[in-house]
Each structure stands twice: as structure tokens, then as C-alpha cells.
């Protein structure tokens, strides 16, 4: 089974832009999740879709959206970028929401 | 509130040696919990698990963690190092009691295994 796939894998955007990153969850994995890791935080829980609902979110402002979609494919989107959304954006996938997650690559975004 | 702590930021250890990588939760009903593993320049990966049953779960690469519920811990342990475990360890848990089933991660660890 193909993994995780999470495109693109380097953005580089200005302030004030937006941008959108999708992932392709494991064949079969109705669950989703984004995390935002940096140095400083470690990894913190963005929200999680399930079936394509949104069952949990974490403390991020609202420019920080997403959505999930039939096929389980999910996209996050982030408005008005800060400076300080720079950051490696992961997504992770699961069968079931109570199953072990299995992380794609991530995205680095930089934000200039 | 719903938490996980890694009270170390960094482990050092020679390899040979047994390593223990510590991790303690707090939740409002029972756990599901989990270990993860980042290498360096590389995603996550998951190292095992406990959902129910017997505490001493057994997982990847020769780790195994204990699920101790009257001190919420759930150690990842290893009896022997190698160079090669060295990286970033996450612990996990996920609070199926509120209903939510929230993943919380910990802060991470920064195992590193000394030749």
C-alpha cells in the first residue's frame, strides 16, 4: 500500500498570502489529522477529520482551516499568513480514530 | 485537562547500555497510548502501542513500554542501545473517556546513543 502523500513538499510564500496543502491519506484511512511541528512548539494538534466531518481541533486561530473530502483526501488551508506559520505541516492517516497514525512527509512552509 | 509529559528533553545514553525514555499522561477516562519515533530528516513513524490488555507491550525495532495506571506513566524502554535508535521520541494518547478521542502528543524527547 502506498503511505501518506502530502503535496507540495516546499511552499514559499509571502506575508498576507494563503495557501493550501493537501494529503492523501493510506488507501482506506477515514481518518485525518494536521499537525504543525517547529523547533520551538513540537508538534502541535491542528484538527482532525473523520468521514469528512471535523471531529477535533486544536488552539489555531481561524485562518487555519480544512476539510476532507469523499475519497478521505484532505487539504488545510491558511489564510493571511503570519511570519510565524513557518513551520513543517504534517498529516497523518488511520483507519479508525482509535488506530496508530501514520505520518506523510509534511510540507515545509516558509513564510517570508 | 488532557495532557501528556516528557519531562526530558534530552537522553543520553552508550550504547550497550538499556535505555528508558519517559512519558506520563493525564486523562479523564482510559488511554489509548502510543510511541512514535521521528529520524532525523524523516516523518514519524509509529513504534507501538497500548489499547488494552497486558501492560508490557512490545512494538518495533526491539522497544517496549510498560503501562503503569496508578502512576500514568508509559515508559519506552529498550534493553540494549544501538547508535542508530538515536532520534526523536514522541509519546501519545488518545482520551477515548471525553469522547473526543483527542490525539495529544508530548513535547518529544531527543534520545541520543553514544558509540
Known amino acids: 500500500k502506498a503511505g501518506v502523500t502530502q503535496t507540495p513538499r516546499y511552499l514559499i510564500k509571502t506575508r498576507g498570502q494563503q495557501v493550501t496543502l493537501s494529503c492523501s491519506p493510506i488507501?482506506?484511512?477515514?481518518?485525518v489529522s494536521w499537525y504543525q511541528q517547529t523547533p520551538g512548539q513540537g508538534l502541535q494538534f491542528l484538527f482532525e477529520y473523520f468521514s469528512e466531518t471535523q471531529r477535533n481541533k486544536g488552539n489555531f486561530p481561524g485562518r487555519f482551516s480544512g476539510r476532507q473530502f469523499s475519497n478521505s483526501r484532505s487539504e488545510m488551508n491558511v489564510s493571511t499568513l503570519e511570519l510565524g506559520d513557518s513551520a513543517l505541516y504534517l498529516c497523518?492517516?488511520?483507519?479508525?480514530?482509535?488506530?496508530?497514525?501514520?505520518f506523510g512527509p509534511g510540507t515545509r512552509l516558509t513564510v517570508l | 485537562a488532557q495532557s501528556v509529559a516528557q519531562p526530558e528533553d534530552q537522553v543520553n545514553v552508550a550504547e550497550g547500555n538499556p535505555l528508558t525514555v519517559k512519558c506520563t499522561y493525564s486523562v479523564s477516562g482510559n488511554p489509548y497510548l502510543f510511541w512514535y519515533v521521528q529520524y532525523p530528516n524523516r516523518g514519524l513513524q509509529f513504534l507501538l502501542k497500548?489499547?488494552?490488555?497486558?501492560?508490557l507491550v512490545k512494538g518495533s525495532y526491539g522497544f517496549e513500554a510498560e503501562f503503569n495506571k496508578s502512576q500514568t506513566s508509559f515508559h519506552l524502554k529498550k534493553p540494549s542501545a544501538l547508535v542508530s535508535d538515536s532520534a526523536l521520541y514522541f509519546c501519545a494518547v488518545r482520551d477515548k473517556g471525553s469522547g473526543t478521542y483527542k490525539y495529544i502528543f508530548g513535547t518529544g524527547t531527543r534520545l541520543k546513543v553514544l558509540a
Open positions: 497500548y489499547i488494552t490488555g497486558d501492560n
Open positions: 497523518a492517516s488511520s483507519l479508525d480514530r482509535i488506530d496508530e497514525q501514520f
Open positions: 488507501s482506506g484511512h477515514r481518518s
